[in-house]
């Protein structure tokens, strides 16, 4: 039997002293996740990067087991079928955690100082979202909010680091076809100078 295994990230918000957010279990790595969120602050929240931390981080009590097609609310249809082959699957909080002593469980917050043992950390910025490769370093590549969450992110820890050009392939424009240049029109036939014939 083949073992499946989390790829164990976290989605935050700055803070002063650095960041802190909530633990996602499954599927951390930047080709699903990135197009998700990227999506999702395209659409679901309408560029509002507050409204996005307040659902994703303030609003799970716990953490996430998953996060799903419900974050592409509002996207167009054919760029949520192109992102998720047709599929719908809800978002998914942790709720399956049991404690030695059957209390509730705590929170999974995710702060600079305690995200040791995760794969990917995603930090929401103003500008743009922070994929940081944490077996590689504490700090990553800001990705602007207006890439197209079509793109192809590369899941290479080291190709994440700062000072690296974006990992990504990105879609071709949709471009217009080249204008013909105008041509002058011709002179309707009875404002025509009669031509000249020279001898």
Same mark, same amino acid.
């Given at each position: 039997?083949?073992?499946? *295994?989390? @790829?164990?990230?976290?989605?935050? %918000? ?9 633990? +996602?279990?499954? &599927? =951390? ?49 054919? *760029?949520? @079928?192109?992102?998720?082959?047709? %599929? ?9 955690? +049991?404690?030695? &002593? =059957? ?97």
């Amino acid at each position: 039997m083949e073992a499946i *295994l989390a @790829t164990r990230s976290f989605i935050a %918000r700055l803070t002063a002293t650095g960041y802190s957010g909530v633990y +996602v279990h499954w &599927d =951390g790595y930047p080709s699903g996740r990135l197009p998700l969120l990227l999506a999702a602050h395209q659409h679901r929240f309408v560029g509002d990067v507050e409204a996005m931390a307040q659902h994703l981080i303030d609003n799970v009590p716990v953490g996430w087991s998953c996060l799903g097609t419900d974050l592409l609310d509002g996207a167009p249809e054919a *760029l949520r @079928t192109h992102l998720t082959g047709g %599929r719908d699957f809800p978002s998914n909080e942790l709720d399956d955690i +049991v404690t030695a &002593d =059957g209390s509730p469980p705590e929170r999974q917050t995710v702060t600079e100082k305690t995200a040791d043992g995760l794969d990917w950390g995603y930090v929401l910025h103003p500008h743009g979202i922070e994929v940081i490769p944490l077996p590689e370093t504490k700090q990553g590549l800001i990705v602007d909010w207006n890439t197209d969450p079509r793109a192809r992110f590369s899941d290479s820890y080291v190709l994440w680091k700062p000072g690296q050009p974006l990992p990504a392939t990105l879609p071709p424009r949709a471009t217009q076809p080249a204008a013909t240049p105008a041509q002058p029109a011709a002179a309707p036939a009875a404002n025509r100078p009669a031509a000249r014939r020279i001898i």
